[in-house]
């Protein structure tokens, strides 16, 4: 075949991709735009509707709860942090001081200290509310309590 022949034979082909590229593409309103097995796997989101939709990166867990002590009182006040039994409640304790940092009932134990947070990753296999607390505040006389951990049913 002749170069001429092979160009010819290219440009009738590109030709026919775009033919079929526009006749394959639903209109907007036609029965094909709505079918949900064209758009499986996709969300949109209703009309109004500002949130993110779905995707890999929102299956991800959440952040974990910082707690801060500065000169041993807890910022912001007593922390709540809420998990459903058997998944994981993570939080982190940063402190400006060395501290031992220790969750009743899981009894788990971590020391933070200055550059050091005490990172807390935990099964909750056990309902209840659960108190974490500071050892060093406890031994200084002050109120040791600087978060609870709630864990409701499943």
Known sequence: MSRQGRIGL????AVIAVVVFVLARPE??????DDPS???????????????????????????????????????????????????ARFVVISDASDDI?????????????????????????????EIESHVAEDAGREPLIARLVVEPS
């Open 10 to 13: 290219l440009g009738l082909a």
């Open 28 to 33: 907007e309103g036609s029965d094909k735009a």
């Open 38 to 88: 064209r758009n499986a796997g996709q969300t949109t989101p209703a009309a109004g509707d500002d949130r993110p939709t779905a995707t890999a990166e929102s299956a991800l867990p959440p952040p974990p709860t910082e707690i801060r002590l500065d000169g041993g009182e807890v910022q912001g006040g007593v922390q709540r942090i809420e998990a459903k039994a058997g998944s994981t």
């Open 102 to 130: 220790h969750v009743h009932g899981y009894d788990i134990e971590k020391e933070a200290a200055l550059g050091k947070p005490a990172r807390f990753e935990i099964k909750t296999d056990l309902e209840g509310v659960f």
